[in-house]
């Protein structure tokens, strides 16, 4: 009887694979490396609130000391994804996405300065906050909705 029912899985077993519907289920592998890369940008960006440093006009990985742009271009390059250094560079980098259609992932730019110009740029997490390098601050998230950064948003764009 044993054997019965060993050769009837078998069998069954290369049937179905033989058929292809194996393929419709992920090998786990598989499965772990569908998670998206902008969750992958968001959760790299949140492993370093605390960490690094902010300086104008600085770029030095070694030392995590960023502007605001120098850390998007840092946390987008560890998922492969090259950005230029500069905020108003990368506001032309992707595509345009309504403030309405941001999604986690999508680069955000303010006006910190001069109003209208950009200057400052982040990572948008969800639920109408982001994620930057501040001179103030280092990394934080901050709400795009209320607070300094009410009325300094810009633009969004998706890489």
Known sequence: MK??????????????TSAGVMGAFPHPTEAAASTSTATKIVSTAKTYIGKVKYKYSTRDPQHLTF??????EFVFAKQGIDLPWGSKAQAKVGT??????LKPGDLVFFSVGTPGRIDHVGVYVGNNQFISNTKSSGVVINPMNSGYWKNRYITGRRV
């Open 3 to 16: 054997k019965t029912l060993k050769a009837s899985l078998i069998a069954a077993t290369m049937m179905v």
């Open 67 to 72: 502007d605001c742009s120098s850390f998007t």
């Open 96 to 101: 345009f996405v309504s403030k309405a259609n």
